[in-house]
Every structure is written in structure tokens, then in C-alpha cells.
Nanobody, 122 residues
Framework: QVQLEESGGGLVQAGGSLRLSCSAS????????MAWYRQAPGMQRELVAR???????DYADSVKGRFTISRDNAKNAVYLQMNSLKPEDTAVYYC????????????????WGQGTLVTVSS
């Protein structure tokens, strides 16, 4: 019914940059909050950044000033620009979108991408 497709992960040296993208497709009426989470090996999944429908944002303290989240409502897409990457940013990054389907009688869907691996070498 709804699918999220992520792209943009990879291997980068410390201090480098990457941009993650995530697009939703399917029966979508509107998308409320869009967010990026990450999960490092042996760690719990944590919120990295999120952006509301009105454009409000918040970030994990560990990425403030280095990462920027943005969204394109026309494309049902969310982006994460990651600058000044550090080895501790190494993780699988997951896109999350709270999606109201075209079938308005249905509850909003908590949709997740498949994850994209970001590896930062020292």
C-alpha cells in the first residue's frame, strides 16, 4: 500500500559529507512527521532528526550543527544532509514517515524504510 525507498548511504572518511534521501509511494493523502533514525551495532535505534508537516525540526544533540533534515512535500520525500561526519555516526539509517492514506477512514501508517548503511572511517 505504501512503500519507502531510501538511497544515499555509503563509505566516507571522517569530515566528509553524505546526503540521504527517502521517497514514499502508494496511496498517500498526506505525510505528517518525517524522520531519520539510526542504529549502530549493538545499540538501540535512536532518533537522529525529524521534521513536521509545518516544517518544524528537531535534532539529536549529537548531530546538531552538522546534520540538516528537509522535506519536499510535492515528492513525498525527506532528506538528511550529513556534514562533518564522525566515526561514531556509523550506523544503519532508517527513514520513518507517518502517512495518512487516501482511505481517510484508516489510521495513519507508521512506515519505515529498509535502512541504508553509513560507514565513516577514521
Amino acid at each position: 500500500q505504501v512503500q519507502l525507498e531510501e538511497s544515499g548511504g555509503g563509505l566516507v572518511q571522517a569530515g566528509g559529507s553524505l546526503r540521504l534521501s527517502c521517497s514514499a509511494s502508494g496511496s498517500i493523502f498526506k505525510i505528517n512527521t518525517m524522520a531519520w533514525y539510526r542504529q549502530a551495532p549493538g545499540m538501540q535505534r535512536e532518533l537522529v532528526a525529524r521534521v513536521t508537516l509545518s516544517g518544524g525540526t528537531d535534532y539529536a544533540d549529537s548531530v546538531k550543527g552538522r546534520f540538516t533534515i528537509s522535506r519536499d512535500n510535492a515528492k513525498n520525500a525527506v532528506y538528511l544532509q550529513m556534514n562533518s561526519l564522525k566515526p561514531e555516526d556509523t550506523a544503519v539509517y532508517y527513514c520513518n514517515q507517518i502517512i495518512q492514506p487516501l482511505q481517510l477512514w484508516m489510521d495513519a501508517l507508521d512506515a519505515w524504510g529498509q535502512g541504508t548503511l553509513v560507514t565513516v572511517s577514521s
